[in-house]
């Protein structure tokens, strides 16, 4: 499978098992895990390697008197899957969490529990960081 729509329609597929899902007009696929947005896109690196990235927004606008980019960096909501980013925005701390991988030879059921394992890393940073 190396069509960045074919690997987007597989991913709404195993994501509709768990939640509504929206396809925006580029094909991402949208979706939220609790009060986590959630946005999956698709890229074929090079032939052969098509990959699947994940973008959760955790939370924004977080207080900054709140050391958030010392929570987590001491592991708040830690977890395999997913790289969290803490940035200092206008209104205060944003923060993030990206996971890219392979899709290739995935089937639906592993690929929703794959996505289901990164929201749900994102979730348990979010509960982490807002009170």
């Known amino acids: 499978m190396t069509d960045i729509a074919d690997m987007l329609d597989l991913a709404r597929r195993a994501l509709e098992r768990f939640h509504e899902v929206q396809v925006d ?3 991402a696929v949208t979706f939220v895990h609790g009060a986590v947005p959630c946005v999956v896109q ?3 690196l090079e032939e052969g390697l098509p990959v699947l990235n994940v973008t959760c927004v955790v939370a924004w606008d977080l207080s900054l008197e709140l050391d958030v980019p010392t929570r987590v960096a001491m592991g708040a909501g830690e977890g395999l899957f997913g790289t969290p980013r803490v940035v ?4 205060g701390w944003d923060v993030t969490l990206r996971y890219a991988f392979p899709v290739a030879g995935l089937q639906e059921k592993p690929l929703g529990t794959l996505l289901m394992l990164v929201a749900g890393h994102a979730s348990a940073l979010r509960a982490e960081l807002v009170d």
């Open 88 to 91: 200092r925005g206008d209104n």
């Open 25 to 27: 007009d580029d094909g």
């Open 42 to 44: 698709g890229l074929e």
